[in-house]
């Protein structure tokens, strides 16, 4: 079973263009987080998602910054008009919400790095 | 709100001593409680968990934790450190049965010296 996959494993992005985060949840979980960790930092939660559905979307910025997971495909974290201060490496989390035994389960990450 | 506080941003043992690194928490409702282990250049790996049932908890590579309420703690141990655990560990809360977003302390790197 393969596990969370993200891509790219990097991206550089120039100050003003947007970065598109891709997130491929193991199969069989329908459920799909997103973090953002910068320099020296643990994790700060950004937004769950279900399939169609944004279920807390409490830690993300309120600008320039969507997330959305269709019903087929990845999942998508976008982020507009990119700034120095959005480098950081972006993880993404799958749960498949069984069993009350609820684990996240992480993929690679995605480390932008703004120039 | 929830919070994780985690001592010591970098802890150094020997290798063969024991492991601690402590976690602290709080929380306005019973927490579910994670640590996570992060290598260079890769997402977190689950090495235990607790989640209301025994306070003693077992996780992977030889590492447990133990819950203990009155001092809101949970912190990670184990026996004899190897030079493979070197990594960045992290505590995590949880209040809404681990379907929430996850709450992080800011990580421990561990070092372990030969």
């Known amino acids: 079973n393969a596990g969370v996959m993200q891509n790219p494993r990097h991206l550089v992005r120039r100050r003003g263009q947007e970065a598109r985060l891709r997130c491929s949840p193991m199969?069989?979980?329908?459920?799909v987080y997103w973090y953002r960790q910068l320099p020296e930092e643990g994790l700060k939660f950004m937004v769950y998602l279900q399939k169609e559905n944004i279920i807390d979307e409490s830690g993300m910025p309120k600008e320039r910054f969507s997330a959305e997971f269709p019903k087929e495909g990845p999942s998508i974290l976008r982020i507009q008009q990119v700034v120095r201060g959005d480098s950081a490496a972006y993880f993404c989390a799958s749960s498949p919400i069984r069993d009350k035994s609820y684990e996240q389960y992480f993929g690679p990450g995605t480390r932008l790095t703004v120039t | 709100a929830q919070s994780v506080t985690q001592l010591g941003s970098h802890v150094s043992v020997s290798e063969g001593a024991l492991v601690l690194l402590r976690c602290n928490y709080s929380?306005?409702?019973?927490?579910?409680l994670f640590w996570y282990v992060q290598y260079p250049n890769q997402g977190l790996q689950l090495l235990l968990k607790?989640?209301?049932?025994?306070?003693l908890v077992k996780g992977i590579n030889g590492f447990e934790a133990e819950f203990k309420k009155s001092e809101t703690s949970f912190h990670l141990t184990k026996p004899s450190a190897h030079m493979s655990d070197a990594a960045e560990y992290f505590c995590?809360?949880?209040?809404?049965?681990?379907?929430?977003?996850?709450?992080f302390g800011k990580g421990t790197h561990l070092i372990i010296q030969p």
């Open positions: 199969k069989g979980h329908s459920h």
């Open positions: 929380s306005s409702v019973p927490p579910y």
């Open positions: 995590a809360v949880s209040v809404g049965g681990g379907a929430d977003g996850l709450t």
């Open positions: 607790y989640t209301s049932a025994a306070t």
